[in-house]
Each structure stands twice: as structure tokens, then as C-alpha cells.
């Protein structure tokens, strides 16, 4: 704490390296963070940012270099270590107990054996200190994704750390609850603390950070002073080349015909945790993009069941597809109305993880596509499905290692490419997708984000459901927000900023659009 | 030391035709140390067990008999256990099966013509299938644990079956012996070569099931359906395909495949009811379908490797004076290997020591 | 001693094994491992408690043979389950086949002797109190234990900080993994407790309950202690509520058999399977109830990177 900026780095990183069977997730990285500052890791995904934090947490053992900490050579060999030196970590998707008390929860990462209460009460006052409101009773399980980031940061500061580590932390965040969150962290660098900040948002690190370390293909690729940078040099470092921006042409003068219709969508929660919808209207005509930003948890899972039929409504005339009433029909018969559906978890829900590319093929096409790769008897035609998966494949620039692998074997970004391609595949009329890019690298987003655009200006309605606000003001023609269960009306995209945004997600102007209101909702 | 588990990135082909072999190689390791702790010749015991009953043409229509039952209840089980629902009634519902079938040459002795044995097969599959459906009904209308109904329905199946035997149809001409009268000659399963040996028609229906669930599994739609929400029930519902009439259909399939090996059982091998009529083939199916890794055509494989444990178990009594409970051992070992094997199929087995050299946690 | 006196006596001596058993049961699934082989670990203890109890003479080293079996025999499962992550449903259901199997092995040369009973507990005075002396100050050892048992897991699971750590890591293993918790670890041990807690159980059926070895004598009590922990959602208090419910239907028709109610005996026997059925039902069907209760990773294997 009392260390000069040109005293010895609080922690030195030489050639950390970290290898999952074929894959060298790090490979011989140098990093050096100094008492008292900022530093940025940026890097996209998979670029092995997760991989080398894990490793100086604990949790992932390397497989050769050397940390060294304060100086002295270090070997961090479980989280509990890293705690005692002074290490604390904010994970992405937090590490945290459902069914405890914020309390308990902070609890189980503490080492000695303060009573709960006491612990409850420690919190309190830390919450106070710092402005991050905290009830220690509350059950994890029914809080928000932000207050749950609060116990995280909460729970490391209790720790008294010297270094603290969060992973991608604005990405469950309001813009507004993002700028809460910086004067924190600036505070913290002027009570002397180090932070390890990993994004790859490139305005927020140019706004934060003093200093930032690029990682690309598990490999360090450069260093600099971010303020120094543009985004578009960031960018480069990050992607290694430069990235096709995303083409929007214009929309259609006229509005079209609106291909889905949402009227008065309601649901009650269908699990322990999970959200209520209240009286959702949303039109999306044909040659559109429409968004929905929303912080995560806040209905979007629940509303993309209902409108995909996986959950379905007690009235029919709730949901319009192509101008019929589908709310009492399932899935299936959404599909052959002419609609598709790509879901935000891709392992485990678009796809099954231990099956091939081509029978995740016949996962949603089995029934509108029946005849092409059905026979009689309800025999699987292997030969036609196997020819149509791989045409999607090369539509789609899908990078994979065996002919027909199996889904898991896939990276992020080349399995949401084929789960994608195989609905544009059909050119629906109506796709609803919910985190069209999340965990995806840049290079396929662009792509992915392209092909949607295509296909609602090819005449189809196209419904996005993202928390990446930079995605959706790049894609729609007009965003709506979803908090709490509610949607928002939507906001053209000539009138939407990112300000008004950021507080109809933070629960401001509250409020769904009435029906009446919904004439408003044609962009300029 | 400790154990790592590295995860392929693909399944691993070779490991999935290996892991039963290497199971089955491991179970006579163990099986020969287990003899040679019990002061037997192992090599001498194992002969016993496993070669000595395919040495004659009775003993491999003997092999057959039992292994009938394991494959039908076997082949019924893996669709199930592929869609994930633990149906671990399958005694119970063989119990049924039986008792159901027997209906016909118990209650109607004087109806003797050609349809009683068809008949009797359709009403025995009927009678299991309906059994099954009890525990499906519970847990797609109530949530309840299929493992604990089915299994529960198997106590209550067996006394059951007992209350029968012993009350309304004891054979009155028994002499009060716990059993029904004997079934007349059109009830009876006939035997497929009587000159040669006991063998009956069940064999065949085993190896006709295994055959056409081989089809249905890897071919036609609804064996993509069963894979698809047992491997992954969320994107099985996304598919648009139903759980819960996959629940029954699991349960009623296996039911009515562990209710026909019934009352094959019953009208073939014994010919008429008693307080027990299986020694524990429906739960010696389970042991079946893992050793034939769920695929029908492997269990027709596997249900034969455990029959002649059932063989080999009253052979070695009679040579070596070993316990006939030493086969149950065996085919209880033999899960438990053939369930550790499995895992190379998914996984790499690294063996990590502890490194050598410690530098102290924190900096001293 | 009264009528009411000795059919509570035999509630209790009933539900004992039931109890304990569960218990065990509970603990390891509060840490988000289900093992289905309480039946055959209960089965080993029942054999291996009787045949230290009659190698010896001592009834005492029965039991702990019992409880040594039980352990032993959970190991099996806690290896391939923890270390080679092996499905747990069919590994728990090959425990109990291997169970039930090897258990009539070792019976074999005790089948039809006589057995070992422990004693109960006399406290001259207090016994002999009407009416509660006997069920207070007069039962046997295990029993006492089992009430103890079930105070300390209640303790143990919501009052300590180690049990506060095995309920997270039921909750999600992977958090808990994060956080440089030793799951594996925690779950050997758990894993290991619900043996020794099934090999007990199984050492009164043999040498309390019915003081002599007959192949399969657990008849299942193995399941039903797996069912009552559902039916008591992950509670150790209402596990106790639950055993003694079902020591009662298995006592009440043991006691309708013997009056010859004219119902036949087989579905009197059958009560006991039929009650966890529709008990079972009852819990299950209100799912909301079942869904908060859960230990979420319940069942799940976990394969920890490192």
C-alpha cells in the first residue's frame, strides 16, 4: 500500500502457461501489475483472459512459469492460497449459493470461523462504506444480477485484499449501475489497491484503466496506455485484423406486415427464482430488426419459452405468428407456421451437447422439414440431412475438426453459427434470438449479426433479445427494454440512446406499452 | 496420488466396443482372486463358471432359457435408461406379466384351442405394460421418483403373486401346495428343437425384440426422440418433443417386454404359477443392459455372458461345492466394472502425483 | 407392561434402522451425491454385523462390524461416483445388486443360527417407572443413538460452519469448486457417513430388530429410508417424523396380521411399500415445494478442472 509507482510490481507474471488436451489455452504469458493501479486485460472470448485469471486465483493449476508476488516467487495452488496472499476474484458467472443467505454466502469464502451475525453485520457497515446497498439476509436466489455482483465485490473486499480480480463485471450491468461501479473501483485504486480488470468492452477500459496487457489466441500480443489508444486500435490488437463493420441499409419505407404479435403476454413464475412476464405488447413487422436489451434475469429466459411455444399460453390469440393465433399451439406448430427459434444457452438447450451437427440438425427441423429428411416408418433419411448440414456449414464459414462432430466439440462462436445457419437455412419468416453473440469472438458476431440484418430486410420480422446494448444499437430498427417482466415500449432507433436506455433497464419510466401506443413504434 | 479425469474432446470409439471386454476381463480377475481366497483353484473355478456349460448341446438350450428373459427385460430397460427414466421395476413387472398371462389356463382351463397361447402373450405384455404405466403416471402427473415407485410396485407385484398361489388359485387337486394347476398343453410355450433340448419359443421373441428396438433406436425418428431427451432433456422439449409421453412410452415399452419374458417364463420353463417364479431377472436385466451399454444388439450379447453365470453358478455348486450365491457376486462385480469402463469412453484416466518440489504458499 | 407400552416399544425398535439410515442417506445428499445402495450397504451391515457379533460373542463388535462394513462398502461407490464420475443412479443400484449378492455369500454358514441380541438398558429405578419407564430409560443402546444421531445432524448441518459448506456445496458444486472448496473431498466423507450410518442400520436389524441372519432381510427398508428422506424434503427433523410413521404402518400390520383381521396377510405385508408410494405422491406434488427443497446439484457428477 505504501509502495512507490516505481517500487517493486505487486505481481509479475514470466511465461504462465496453461494446456486443455489439444488446446494451449495460455501460452507463455507475461504479466506485470503494479501497487496501485488499473490493469486491463482485454482480450475477446477465448482469447484465454478466464484461463490466466483462473490460474492466478487458484483454481486452474499451470503448467509451467513462475508467478511472483511482492517479489518473492509464489506457487498459488488453490484459492485459498491466493486469498491469504491477498488475492480476491469477482467471477463472471458468480460463484454463488442459490439457496443461502447473502450472509452465508460470504461466509463459506472467509477462512476463519466469524459467526454468521457477525459477519452480517461486517458486511452491512462495508456496504454502507463503499455505497453498495446489501441486505445479508436476503436468499441469493430471489436477488437481481447486480446486488448478486455486490455480494462478490462485498465478499472479496472483506478479505482485505491487495489485488483484486473481476471478470468481465459490466456485463451484467446497467450503464448507469456500471458508472457506480467505477467510482468504486477508483476509489479503491486511491486507497492503494491493485485491480485486474478484464473486458472487452473498449470504452470502459479507455475510461478506467492505466495501463492494459492484449491477449489474443492465448498469447500476450501487446501492452499500452488505453487512454492513448482509439477503440479502433484496441480493436485491432484484440482481433489481430480489422473487423468488417456490420452493414445496415435502410428499412423499408412502408411498415410491413407485422409477421409477429405479442398481446398482452403475462406468465406467472414457473420456478423458485424465476421471473413473472406482466402484460407484454410487442409487434415486429416484416423487414425489421427489433431488439430487446434488458439486464440478464429480468424475464428474457421466460419470455423467449413463451414466445417459442416451449411454454405455452392459455389463450390462443396472445401470440400471432403470420397473423395466426399460436398461444395455444407448441413449439412444433410455431414452427410450421413459418417461425424459428434460437435459444441464448447453446450447449444443453439449441443443441444437444453429445450429439452430431447433423442430428442437432433434425433437433428443430425434424417437422418442417419432414419430408426431405423423414421417410416412411419414421425413418431418419441420414444421406439428406447429412448434405443439408453440410451446406450450412460452408453458408456459414463453420470451422470444425471431423466431418459431422459432435456439438460440444465445437467452439463457441462456430456452434452459434451453425445453430443460426440452420434456421436461416429454412428462411423463416419469423426468428426470435435470444443472445445472438453472446461468448462469440468478433469475427463471427460481425457475421452472424450481418445474416440477420439479411434476413429481415429479405422480408422476414426479425426479434432480438440482447444484453450487449452496442449489438443492438449496431442491428435493430427500434429496441424495447425488458426489466423486472416488463417490456418498455419500443424506442425507434433514431430517437434511442444509450442513456435512456440504460435507465429504462435500471427500472426508470416504468411502464408497458399499451396497445394504442404501439402505432408509435414505426421507425423514422 | 489421485485421479484426473481429462475429458475427450469426441467419444472415443475404441473405448466404446473395449470398456465391456475390459469389464468382463477384470470381473474374472476379481472373480479368481475371490476363489482363491475361498482356498479354490481359480483357473478350475472360472472353467466352471464359464466354459464348462458350453460344452454340451442341453446345457447351451439351458443357456438359452435363461437368457431369454435377461435380453427381453434387457433390451425393454435400455430404452429407457437411454431416455433417462429409471425403471428399476422390471421384476415386478415380469411378475405381472406372468400372472396376467395366466389368467387364461388358470381361471378358463376348459378354453383349450389354438388362440390361448397368443392370447395369453398379448395379456401377459399387457399386463407389464400397465404395471409400468403406474409409476409413468405418477411421475409425469405427480413428480414422483420413478426409482423408488417402480421398485416399491416389486414388493407389492411379489406378494401379490403369492396371495394368488396360495388363496384362490391354489390348485385344488395340489395336495395345498402354494402353487396354480398346470397349464394344459395349449398354454404352453412349445420348445423350439424338443429332441435336443428345453429351449423354447422365448429365445426367439428375445432376439425378434432386440432386433426390431435396434431398428427404432438407430433409425427411425422416435430412437432420435428417446436420445435426444435423455441425453439433454431442455433441447429434447425445444425439439418439441414430449417428456412425459416419452415417460410412458419408455415404461409401457419395457413394461410389456419384462411382462411377455413373464409369461414365456411361466408357460414355457415352468408351466405354471408359484410364490416365485424368477430368480431375479429383472434386476439381473439391469446388469444386462449397462454390459450391452444400452445398444440391443450388444444386449443380446451381454444377456448371454450372464446367463451362463446363472449356469456356471449351479455348476460350480455341484463340482466344487462353491455357494451358488457366488454368482450373484459375479454379476454384481460386473457392474460395478463395466460401469467404471465406461467412463474411458468420455474421459481420458490420469494418474497425477503430487509435485515434488513445494515452494512455501506465501513468499517465505 | 401395558399393550400401548410394548406396540410403542416395537414402533420405536421399527423405526430405528429406518431412522438412521436416513439420516446417513440425507447427509450425502445434502452434498449433491445420490447413493442409491443404502439397501445393499444396509444388507452388509445387517450380515457382517451378525457374523462379528457371533465370531465374537460380543454383540458390541457386531455392531461395529456393522458400521465398519457399511463404510467399507460406500467406498466403492464414492470411488467411481467421485473419482471416475460414473453415473450415480446406476453405480448406487449396482451397490445395492453387489450388496445384496455378497451379503448371502458371507451369510451363508449363519443362516438358521441362533443370534445375539443386545441388551437393552435397565437404570434400576427409572425402568421400572409405568408406563414411560421402559420407553424412556429401557430400550436399546442404538436407539438412544439414533436420537443423538438425529439432534447432531441437525447441529451439524445447519449450526456449523462445515455443514453450512457441505449444504453449498449441494447447492452448486462448481461455485463451491471456485471458491477452493474440496468438493470430492467433502463428498467422500459424506459419502462415507451415509455407509457407516447404513451399516449400522443394518447391525440392529440383525442384531436387534430380528436377532438372527436371513438372506435379503432388509426387505427393502434400504429404499424406504431413501424414499423418506424425500418425503421429509431434506429435513432431519421431519426424517424423524417420517421413520417413526413408518414404524408404526409396519408394527400396525404386523400386530392386524396377528389378530387375523380376515384381510390377507400379503397385503398387510405390502402396506409398508404402498405407504411410501402414496407418501411419496403426497410430497412430490406440490412441486414448488420439492423444486426449493432439493439440493440443486443433487445426483450431478463433477469433474473439477484443474
Not at chain 2, 329 to 354: A, K, M, S
Request: hydrophobic share 50%; aromatic share 6%; net charge neutral.
Amino acid at each position: 500500500m505504501s509502495a512507490e509507482a516505481d517500487a517493486e510490481p505487486l505481481l509479475e507474471v514470466r511465461g504462465l502457461t496453461k494446456i486443455f488436451g489439444a488446446l494451449t489455452a495460455c501460452d507463455r504469458v507475461d504479466l506485470t501489475i503494479a501497487q496501485g493501479e488499473i490493469h486491463a486485460l482485454l482480450g475477446e472470448n477465448g482469447a484465454g483472459k478466464s484461463t490466466l485469471v483462473k490460474m492466478l486465483f487458484g483454481s486452474l493449476e499451470p503448467h509451467s512459469g513462475d508467478i511472483r508476488w511482492d517479489g518473492k516467487p509464489v506457487r498459488i495452488s488453490s484459492p485459498s492460497v491466493a486469498k491469504k496472499l491477498g488475492i480476491g476474484m469477482v467471477f463472471q458467472h458468480f460463484s454463488l449459493f442459490e439457496a443461502l443467505s447473502a450472509a452465508e454466502n460470504i461466509a463459506l469464502s472467509l477462512a476463519d470461523r466469524t459467526p454468521i451475525a457477525a459477519i452480517a453485520e461486517k458486511a452491512r457497515s462495508l456496504s454502507k462504506a463503499y455505497g453498495l446497498p446489501l441486505d445479508p439476509n436476503a436468499l441469493v436466489g430471489d436477488l437481481s444480477v447486480g446486488e448478486r455482483q455486490r455480494i462478490e465485490i462485498i465478499r472479496c473486499l472483506l478479505q482485505t485484499p491487495q489485488l483484486i480480480i473481476l471478470d468481465e463485471p459490466t456485463s451484467v450491468l446497467t450503464p448507469q449501475e456500471a458508472d457506480k461501479l467505477f467510482e468504486t473501483l477508483e476509489r479503491l485504486r486511491a486507497e492503494g489497491k491493485s485491480i485486474l480488470y478484464i473486458s472487452h468492452r473498449l470504452d470502459e477500459v479507455r475510461r478506467l484503466c492505466d495501463r492494459a496487457t492484449i491477449m489474443r489466441h492465448g498469447k500476450v500480443v501487446g501492452h499500452c496506455d488505453p487512454r492513448r489508444e482509439t477503440p479502433a486500435s484496441l480493436a485491432r490488437m484484440m482481433v489481430g485484423s480489422d473487423v468488417k463493420a456490420v452493414e445496415r441499409p435502410a428499412a423499408p419505407q412502408e411498415s410491413g406486415e407485422h409477421l409477429l404479435g405479442i398481446c398482452g403476454l403475462s406468465r406467472k413464475p414457473a420456478g423458485p427464482f424465476s421471473v413473472p412476464l406482466r402484460n407484454i405488447w410487442l409487434h415486429v413487422p416484416a423487414g425489421q430488426v427489433v431488439g430487446i436489451a434488458g439486464v440478464a434475469g429480468n424475464g428474457q429466459g421466460e419470455f423467449f419459452e413463451a414466445v417459442s411455444g416451449e411454454a405455452r399460453q392459455d389463450a390462443a390469440d396472445v401470440i400471432r405468428i403470420r397473423g395466426k393465433a399460436a398461444g395455444l399451439m407448441g413449439i412444433t406448430e410455431r414452427r410450421m407456421l413459418g417461425a424459428a427459434f434460437v435459444p441464448e444457452e447453446r450447449l444443453g438447450h439449441g443443441a444437444a451437447p453429445r450429439m452430431t451437427l447433423s442430428e442437432n440438425l433434425l433437433l428443430t427441423r425434424h417437422a418442417t422439414d419432414a419430408k426431405a429428411f423423414v421417410g416412411a416408418g419414421g425413418l431418419v433419411k441420414t444421406a439428406s440431412i447429412d448434405a443439408a448440414t453440410q451446406r450450412i456449414v460452408s453458408e456459414m464459414d463453420v470451422r470444425k475438426s471431423a466431418r459431422d462432430p459432435e456439438a460440444a466439440s465445437l467452439s463457441g462462436g462456430n456452434l452459434q453459427k451453425f445453430i443460426i445457419g440452420r434456421e436461416l437455412d429454412r428462411q423463416p419468416s419469423v426468428l426470435v434470438v435470444n443472445q445472438p453473440t453472446w461468448g462469440v469472438d468478433a469475427g463471427a458476431a460481425a457475421r452472424i449479426r450481418q445474416a440477420l440484418i439479411e434476413l429481415a430486410r429479405g422480408g422476414s420480422a426479425v426479434l432480438v433479445i440482447s444484453q450487449d446494448l452496442d449489438e443492438l444499437f449496431e442491428m435493430s430498427d427500434a429496441i424495447a427494454v425488458m426489466n423486472n417482466g416488463e417490456l418498455s415500449k419500443p424506442i425507434p432507433i433514431a430517437e434511442a440512446t444509450r442513456e435512456r436506455i440504460g435507465l429504462l433497464m435500471g427500472g426508470a419510466e416504468p411502464g408497458h406499452a399499451a396497445p394504442a401506443a404501439l402505432a408509435g413504434m414505426e421507425p423514422a | 496420488m489421485r485421479i484426473e479425469l481429462v475429458k475427450r474432446p469426441q467419444q472415443s470409439t475404441l473405448f466404446s466396443v473395449l470398456s465391456p471386454l475390459i469389464a468382463l476381463a477384470l470381473t474374472m480377475v476379481a472373480g479368481g482372486i475371490l476363489f482363491a481366497a475361498m482356498g479354490k483353484n481359480p483357473f478350475e473355478a472360472l472353467y466352471y463358471y464359464f466354459v464348462d456349460p458350453l460344452r454340451e448341446l442341453w446345457s447351451l438350450h439351458e443357456l438359452a432359457i435363461k437368457a431369454a428373459p435377461l435380453i427381453l427385460i434387457a433390451v425393454g430397460l435400455s430404452v429407457c435408461y437411454q431416455s433417462n427414466n429409471w425403471n428399476i421395476g422390471a421384476e415386478g413387472q415380469f411378475v405381472i406379466g406372468g400372472i396376467a398371462g395366466s389368467m387364461l389356463p388358470v381361471l378358463f382351463p376348459e378354453f383349450q384351442n389354438g388362440f390361448v397361447l397368443p392370447l395369453m402373450l398379448l395379456m401377459g405384455m399387457a399386463g407389464g405394460a400397465l404395471y409400468a404405466a403406474i409409476p409413468a403416471l405418477l411421475k409425469t402427473r405427480f413428480n414422483t421418483n420413478e426409482i423408488l415407485t417402480s421398485l416399491m410396485l416389486v414388493y407389492v407385484a411379489q406378494l401379490f403373486l403369492d396371495w394368488l398361489v396360495r388363496g384362490p388359485w391354489r390348485n385344488p387337486q395340489g395336495n395345498n401346495f402354494p402353487e396354480t394347476r398346470r397349464f394344459h398343453a395349449d398354454a404352453v410355450l412349445p420348445e423350439l428343437m424338443p429332441a435336443d433340448g428345453r429351449a423354447n419359443w422365448g429365445i426367439v421373441f428375445a432376439v425378434v425384440a432386440a432386433i426390431l428396438v435396434w431398428v427404432l433406436a438407430a433409425r427411425t425418428m422416435k430412437g432420435f426422440e428417446v436420445r435426444v431427451l435423455g441425453a439433454s432433456p431442455r433441447a429434447g422439449r425445444f425439439a418439441g418433443f414430449s417428456a412425459a409421453r416419452m415417460v410412458f412410452f419408455a415404461f409401457m415399452l419395457s413394461g410389456a417386454l419384462a411382462g411377455l419374458a413373464g409369461i414365456s417364463e411361466v408357460s414355457g420353463a415352468i408351466g405354471q404359477l408359484r410364490p416365485s417364479i424368477s430368480p431375479g431377472y429383472g434386476f439381473t436385466a439391469i446388469i444386462v443392459a449397462f454390459l450391452g451399454r444400452l445398444n440391443p444388439l450388444g444386449i443380446v450379447a451381454a444377456g448371454l455372458v450372464l446367463a451362463l453365470t446363472y449356469l456356471g453358478g449351479e455348476a460350480a455348486q455341484i463340482s466344487l461345492g462353491v455357494s451358488d450365491k457366488v454368482a450373484r457376486v459375479f454379476q454384481g462385480l460386473l457392474l460395478f466394472f463395466v460401469l467404471g469402463c465406461d467412463t474411458l469412453i468420455h474421459y481420458r484416466i490420469r494418474l497425477v502425483w503430487p509435485a515434488k518440489a513445494v515452494p512455501a504458499g506465501e513468499g517465505a | 407392561m401395558g399393550i400401548a407400552e410394548s406396540i410403542l416399544l416395537t414402533i420405536a425398535t421399527a423405526a430405528t434402522p429406518l431412522l438412521i439410515a436416513a439420516l446417513g442417506e440425507l447427509v450425502v445428499e445434502r452434498s449433491g451425491v445420490l447413493n442409491l445402495g443404502v439397501e445393499g450397504m444396509m444388507v452388509m451391515g445387517a450380515v457382517c454385523g451378525f457374523a462379528g457379533a457371533a465370531l465374537s460373542g460380543s454383540p458390541w463388535v457386531g455392531i461395529l462390524s456393522g458400521v465398519a462394513a457399511g463404510a467399507l462398502f460406500s467406498m466403492l461407490f464414492g470411488v467411481l461416483t467421485l473419482s471416475v464420475a460414473t453415473n450415480q443412479v446406476a453405480t448406487g443400484l449396482s451397490l445395492t445388486i453387489l450388496g445384496l449378492g455378497l451379503s448371502g455369500m458371507i451369510g451363508e454358514p449363519f443362516v438358521g443360527q441362533a443370534g445375539i441380541k443386545l441388551p437393552s438398558l435397565h437404570v434400576p429405578g427409572l425402568t421400572d417407572i409405568p408406563l414411560v419407564g421402559r420407553l424412556l430409560f429401557g430400550q436399546d443402546p442404538i436407539f438412544y443413538l439414533s436420537i443423538a444421531l438425529t439432534a447432531g445432524v441437525v447441529w451439524f448441518l445447519f449450526r456449523t460452519r462445515t455443514g453450512l459448506t457441505l449444504r453449498s456445496i449441494g447447492d452448486n458444486h462448481a461455485s463451491a469448486h471456485a471458491l477452493g472448496i474440496p468438493v470430492i473431498r467433502y463428498r467422500y466423507l459424506a459419502v462415507l457417513f451415509g455407509g457407516a450410518c447404513a451399516g449400522l442400520a443394518g447391525a440392529h436389524l440383525s442384531l436387534v430388530y430380528t436377532p438372527q441372519w436371513v438372506e435379503n432381510m432388509t426387505a427393502g427398508r434400504g429404499w424406504i429410508a431413501l424414499a423418506l428422506v424425500v418425503f421429509a424434503s431434506w429435513r432431519p427433523l421431519r426424517v424423524l417424523a417420517g421413520a417413526y410413521l413408518f414404524g408404526a404402518v409396519t408394527i400396525g400390520q404386523l400386530h392386524a396380521q396377528a389378530l387375523g383381521i380376515g384381510v390377507p396377510s400379503q397385503l398387510l405385508s405390502s402396506l409398508p411399500y404402498l405407504a411410501t408410494i402414496v407418501v411419496l405422491v403426497l410430497i412430490s406434488r406440490n412441486r414448488r415445494l420439492t423444486m426449493m427443497n432439493t439440493p440443486a446439484s443433487l445426483g450431478r457428477a463433477f469433474v473439477p478442472d484443474r
